[in-house]
């Protein structure tokens, strides 16, 4: 059987959609050097699904060991999320963003392309649109100068993928996901990252669970219902379906080779970061260690997403909230803590 090849497989989101590919029939491979991840990930992953996926612990840029995985693997499909992601570390070294997710995917389009692959997903980010007048966002907003060099190299990202299809036998899915948060129902697989995350949710549970002192709330007069920051949070299991969506989408021939389409994953509601740390005061029943200090350069006050595309063309509408979200990531928390201590 054919597989599909999933870049960052033991990561936050590569992990998660690995699992509900599996659930869906797809036999995966995994290319992850294990950057921001570990190991142990595949165990969890064989843990709910029953099945042990192979990873690779190959780096994107040795195109040399990367020709090696595609000699010993029949794939005919890439779900490519391997990247580094932290906008500040971005700033401070641009040349190791740059060539890890620039010059990586180069070569992973170099040897789908030298080896016949008919399919192509990949991991964007509502950065691209930075902060746009018109909300909810839709696939038509302008894309603004990056303001960072991450958000750079996804929008570069983007365009080599629409360039280096042309006119080849293969198609595209370019998924611009809003904020992915929470965990799997399970509890059995979580966000683990190496780098210590900097996302709101999983700083409001490290706070809560004792790991960090304090959450900074960074400016409370921005014209938002309650004068904090507006992002779209988006469940991790439901953004690892659309990923199985996308591809049965790109399979149904619904998409002409050489196309690459472009798609927002969000649930279209905005939540403040006070909403978010009302919630997890309600889920977890305390109180959290905040304060609110000024505005952090680079913010952008609000972002939400219009993903009507998604539901039209791939019949993805995803069905969690920030509560499940709150819960699960909390639970997922939980469990870390105590397998830390043990
Ligand atoms: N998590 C978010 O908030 C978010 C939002 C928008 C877009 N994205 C994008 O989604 C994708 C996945 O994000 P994530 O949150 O799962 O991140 P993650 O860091 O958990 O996963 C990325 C994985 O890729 C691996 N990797 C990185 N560079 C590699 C290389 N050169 N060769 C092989 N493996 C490499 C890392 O070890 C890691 O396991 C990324 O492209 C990210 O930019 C994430």
């Known amino acids: ?17 690995i699992v509900d590919l599996v659930e869906h029939g797809y036999e995966c491979v995994s290319v992850d050097n294990y950057l921001n991840s570990d190991p142990s990930v595949l165990e969890q992953i064989a843990s709910i699904t029953g099945k042990k ?17 595609f000699k010993q693997e029949d794939i005919y499909a890439i779900i490519h999320f391997a990247a580094l992601k932290a906008v500040g570390e971005s700033v401070e070294k641009p040349l190791l963003y740059y060539r890890n997710n620039i010059e990586g995917q180069i070569n992973l389009l170099e040897c789908a392309l030298q080896n016949n692959i008919y399919h192509f997903i990949f ?18 907003t302008p894309i603004a100068k990056a303001e960072s060099p991450y958000g ?16 080849k036998e293969m198609n595209a899915c370019l998924l611009r996901y809003f904020n992915p948060a929470g965990a799997h129902d399970s509890l059995q697989l979580g966000e683990s ?24 709330v960074f400016g409370s007069d921005y014209e938002t219902r309650d004068g904090s920051c507006v992002r779209d949070y988006i469940h991790v299991m439901d953004l690892a379906n659309a990923h199985t969506k996308s591809l049965q989408y790109l399979e149904s021939k619904n998409v002409d080779f050489g196309d690459a389409e472009v798609f927002n994953l969000g649930t279209g509601e905005g939540t403040t970061v006070l909403e978010a740390i009302n919630s997890w005061e309600e889920v977890s029943g305390e109180k959290l260690n905040y304060s609110i200090v000024d505005r952090r350069e680079g913010d952008i ?28 990531a909390w639970g997922w928390e939980k469990i870390r803590r105590e397998n830390i201590v043990k």
């Not at 090849?5 to 590569?14: E, N, P, Q, S």
């Not at 190299?153 to 280096?164: F, G, L, N, P």
């Not at 990252?193 to 900074?216: A, C, F, H, Q, Y």
């Open 193 to 216: 990252p190496i780098n210590p995350p900097m996302n709101l949710i999983p700083v409001i549970t490290e706070v809560g669970i004792g790991s960090r002192p304090e959450l900074k």
């Open 301 to 328: 006050p609000a972002i939400f997403a219009d993903y009507s595309k998604a539901k039209e063309s791939l019949g993805w509408d995803p069905k969690r909230g920030i509560g499940d979200i709150m819960k699960t």
């Open 53 to 69: 996926v192979k990873n690779y612990p190959v780096d994107l840029v040795n195109k040399e060991a990367l020709k090696e995985v």
């Open 1 to 17: 059987m054919a597989k599909i090849l999933v870049t960052g497989g033991c990561g936050y989101i590569g992990s998660h959609t």
């Open 152 to 167: 750079y190299t996804k929008q570069v990202c983007e365009r080599i993928i629409e360039d280096s299809i042309r006119n």
């Open 123 to 140: 991991s964007s980010s509502c950065t691209v649109y930075g902060q746009s007048d018109h909300l909810p966002v839709t696939e038509e």
